[in-house]
């Protein structure tokens, strides 16, 4: 079973820039995506980025040119690098990882941008 626990959320101004880390406990089997959600107060979950253990990622567009997702197979960790960062930035981030037989995910951390 896999276990996710990300790191890094916080209150940060307006065109200011944050990283969040995950990292993931147990077996990954095969081929597997990591990824970052967010949900903001009174929206659905959402795609922000994702990226699959052979490199290939993918981006909302909302924060396409923004936002960079990568990862480290051998540490198990993926992170997320937002930069330019705008209130409607403003969700609890959480984690996910997809391989062969999980679909786990982090408790979540709150990002804040707010002056």
């Known amino acids: 079973q896999v276990q996710l626990v990300e790191s890094g959320g916080g209150l940060v101004q307006p065109g200011g820039s944050l990283r969040l880390s995950c990292v993931a406990s147990?077996?990954?089997?095969?081929?597997?995506?990591m990824g970052w959600y967010r949900q903001a107060p009174g929206k659905q979950r959402e795609l922000v980025a994702s990226v699959t253990s052979g490199g290939s990622s993918r981006y909302s567009d909302s924060v396409k040119s923004r936002f960079t997702v990568s990862r480290d197979n051998g540490k198990k960790e993926v992170y997320l690098q937002m930069n330019s960062l705008n209130s409607e930035d403003t969700a609890i981030y959480y984690c996910?990882?997809?391989?062969?037989?999980?679909?786990?995910w982090g408790q979540g951390t709150q990002v804040t941008v707010s002056s």
């Open positions: 147990g077996t990954i089997f095969g081929i597997s995506v």
């Open positions: 996910n990882l997809r391989d062969a037989l999980s679909n786990a």
